[in-house]
């Protein structure tokens, strides 16, 4: 039908032409999301908490069974309002969940959550070759033992409860007692938690360091946000063959410290001896501390980038402004320095620009 022959058409017969036209359209028209692989909806189910993937199966027929095989699970009691929601949820799921597709990732927002839900989803999880598990709370001692060892698991992020907060501190697992069997790790993220030194360590006999790390000979990334050491260690030994990328945040307060410990026996200000002869990045943040760091010229010469944010100039005490100027020093060699505004302004204050001036000529040679 041609413009002149609709613009004859009485108005009745116009919308009747235009309910025609518009039906034509949506006919023609198809569910295109519907109409992907099951790989990439699964891709996209992926980045939905566990309640909102199988809220899809109402979409359509296509949708109906998709959630069953999705490998990545997000839980949190915030997401049902009671614990007795979620384990009515949690029940479904593991019973019409696809028992043959693994879980490739879980992450577990512990909150208020029941303990006995807690372990069921642990080790649920950790039966289905799981490689990725973040917890955002992490008490050990209601950990169960599957937990302990892996051999799939290549990523791991622990948070605890704040380190300010008065109660019971979360003790990351570095005992012969009580350690990770985790040998395909390869990333490895802890925030909130505490170290204490080996009870049987020979080479640690005066308990001088903690050393947490040395099982873990694949690990390639490590990052260690706002923890603290526990007992008479007074430096973090970080001994990782394969490690390439460091971050490193320190506790923005030092003079502040639980009120359920001593200062003695909480540091959250302390030492970095570097064992990482592959260490290639390394990125350092803090307030009003900077460590003082040990390693040797092969560990110190394989670091290529450095990253430095101070959050504050006017908290640092003279050994603190030489630790950052024998920082520069040490890593002069760099290929790429990224610093903040209150590095420079320190250094300028503290008339000693040499350092910076050092990095940047080494930095203008290098390239």
Same mark, same amino acid.
């Given at each position: 039908?041609?413009?002149?022959a609709?613009?004859?058409?009485?108005?009745?017969?116009t919308?009747?032409?235009?309910?025609?036209?518009?039906?034509?359209?949506?006919?023609n028209?198809q569910?295109?999301i519907s109409?992907?692989?099951?790989?990439?909806l699964?891709h996209?189910?992926?980045?939905?908490?566990?309640?909102?993937?199988?809220?899809?199966?109402?979409l359509? $027929?296509?949708?109906?069974?998709?959630?069953?095989?999705?490998?990545t699970?997000?839980?949190?009691?915030?997401h049902?309002?009671?614990n007795?929601?979620l384990?009515r949820?949690l029940?479904?799921?593991?019973?019409?969940?696809?028992h043959?597709?693994?879980?490739?990732s879980?992450?577990v927002?512990?909150?208020?959550?029941?303990?006995?839900?807690?372990?069921?989803?642990?080790?649920y999880?950790?039966?289905?070759?799981?490689q990725h598990?973040?917890?955002h709370?992490?008490?050990?001692n209601?950990?169960p033992?599957c937990f302990?060892s892996?051999?799939?698991?290549?990523?791991?992020?622990?948070t605890?409860?704040n380190?300010?907060?008065?109660?019971?501190?979360q003790?990351?697992?570095?005992?012969?007692?009580?350690?990770?069997?985790?040998?395909?790790?390869?990333?490895?993220?802890l $925030?909130?938690?505490?170290?204490?030194?080996n009870?049987?360590d020979?080479d640690?006999?005066n308990?001088s360091?903690?050393?947490?790390?040395?099982?873990?000979?694949?690990?390639?990334?490590?990052?260690?946000d706002?923890?603290?050491?526990?007992g008479?260690?007074?430096n973090?030994?970080?001994s990782?063959t394969?490690?390439?990328n460091?971050t490193?945040?320190?506790?923005?307060?030092?003079?502040?410290?639980?009120?359920?410990?001593?200062?003695a026996?909480?540091?959250?200000?302390?030492?970095?001896?570097?064992c990482?002869p592959?260490?290639?990045?390394?990125?350092?943040?803090?307030?009003?501390y900077?460590? $003082?760091l040990?390693g040797?010229?092969t560990?110190?010469?394989?670091?290529?980038?450095?990253d430095?944010?101070?959050h504050c100039s006017?908290?640092?005490?003279?050994?603190q402004?030489?630790?950052?100027?024998k920082?520069?020093?040490?890593?002069?060699?760099?290929?790429?320095?990224?610093?903040?505004?209150?590095?420079?302004k320190?250094?300028?204050i503290?008339?000693?620009?040499?350092?910076?001036?050092?990095?940047?000529l080494?930095?203008?040679?290098?390239?």
């Amino acid at each position: 039908m041609n413009d002149n022959a609709i613009a004859n058409l009485s108005p009745s017969q116009t919308t009747m032409v235009e309910t025609r036209s518009q039906h034509k359209r949506r006919r023609n028209e198809q569910d295109r999301i519907s109409d992907l692989s099951d790989c990439v909806l699964l891709h996209i189910l992926s980045f939905l908490n566990a309640k909102e993937a199988v809220q899809t199966c109402i979409l359509s $027929k296509r949708w109906i069974n998709l959630w069953k095989t999705l490998s990545t699970l997000t839980l949190s009691v915030d997401h049902f309002g009671t614990n007795q929601r979620l384990k009515r949820f949690l029940s479904m799921l593991l019973s019409l969940r696809d028992h043959s597709t693994d879980i490739h990732s879980l992450v577990v927002h512990e909150d208020i959550m029941d303990h006995n839900l807690y372990q069921k989803i642990i080790e649920y999880a950790f039966s289905r070759n799981i490689q990725h598990f973040q917890i955002h709370y992490t008490p050990f001692n209601l950990l169960p033992s599957c937990f302990f060892s892996s051999l799939t698991l290549t990523s791991l992020t622990l948070t605890g409860i704040n380190l300010m907060l008065p109660r019971q501190h979360q003790i990351f697992p570095c005992s012969h007692s009580q350690s990770f069997n985790f040998p395909a790790l390869t990333t490895l993220s802890l $925030k909130h938690l505490c170290f204490c030194c080996n009870d049987n360590d020979n080479d640690n006999d005066n308990g001088s360091f903690v050393d947490p790390f040395s099982t873990f000979n694949m690990l390639n990334t490590l990052i260690i946000d706002h923890c603290a050491l526990r007992g008479n260690a007074q430096n973090l030994r970080i001994s990782c063959t394969k490690l390439v990328n460091l971050t490193l945040h320190m506790c923005p307060f030092s003079g502040l410290f639980p009120t359920t410990t001593t200062k003695a026996d909480f540091k959250i200000n302390f030492g970095i001896e570097l064992c990482a002869p592959t260490l290639h990045s390394f990125v350092f943040s803090g307030a009003s501390y900077i460590p $003082k760091l040990f390693g040797t010229k092969t560990v110190f010469s394989s670091i290529k980038h450095l990253d430095i944010f101070l959050h504050c100039s006017m908290c640092l005490d003279k050994a603190q402004i030489f630790n950052l100027f024998k920082l520069l020093v040490e890593f002069a060699h760099i290929e790429s320095l990224t610093i903040t505004y209150f590095v420079l302004k320190v250094l300028y204050i503290c008339n000693i620009n040499a350092a910076f001036y050092i990095v940047i000529l080494n930095f203008i040679n290098c390239n």
